[in-house]
């Protein structure tokens, strides 16, 4: 029961460490990715709080959910051009977006917490349903496994670990 517990507060963590190994396997570095973390929680609760509140329809959540994704991968898109297009240097430019997404999660959210959000998205974090596992501990093995695979046996996996190699050869 406590490995569980761990697994479960863990998984947060865990998921973003697969993304940033292979950000870091390309001899990148990405300093902001809890700030879009954060700034992904506010925009998708602040939507749903728009959209209904408790009374969001699941349709409304997904896209709500969706819009967040979009949103963080608009940011990091911003993020990528700075570096390729200007040379900025990645620690630099994800340092300076860490900040911008932070402010903007503090502006959007007012600096207060938002409420008012369905049971049915906050089910991912809290039930348990298959063999009594956490939702969230079964996804970061399916990351896992996915990540595994996309690494050792596929070709861009294979471009992940040349450009982390040498970028001029790959």
């Not at 570095?29 to 929680?41: C, F, P, Q, T």
Request: charged share 10%; glycine share 10%; proline share 2%.
């Amino acid at each position: 029961r406590n490995l569980l517990n761990v697994a479960n507060q863990i998984v947060v963590f865990a998921v973003i460490a697969v993304g940033m190994t292979m950000v870091i396997i390309t001899a990148g570095i990405d300093l902001s990715v809890g700030s879009l973390v954060a700034l992904s929680a506010v925009v998708a609760s602040t939507l749903i709080v728009m959209v209904g509140g408790e009374a969001a329809s699941n349709f409304e959540l997904f896209y709500c959910s969706l819009a967040a994704v979009a949103t963080c991968a608009a940011v990091g898109g911003f993020s990528g051009v700075m570096i390729t297009t200007f040379k900025i240097p990645p620690f630099i430019a994800t340092l300076g977006m860490m900040q911008v997404a932070s402010g903007l999660a503090f502006i959007i959210a007012g600096g207060q917490s938002i409420y008012r959000i369905p049971e049915s998205f906050t089910w991912l974090g809290r039930d348990a349903d298959l063999l009594s596992l956490p939702n969230a501990v079964i996804l970061m093995g399916i990351t896992y496994l996915v990540a595994h695979v996309v690494m050792s046996k596929t070709t861009l996996g294979r471009h992940i670990y040349a450009v982390g190699g040498n970028r001029q050869a790959a």
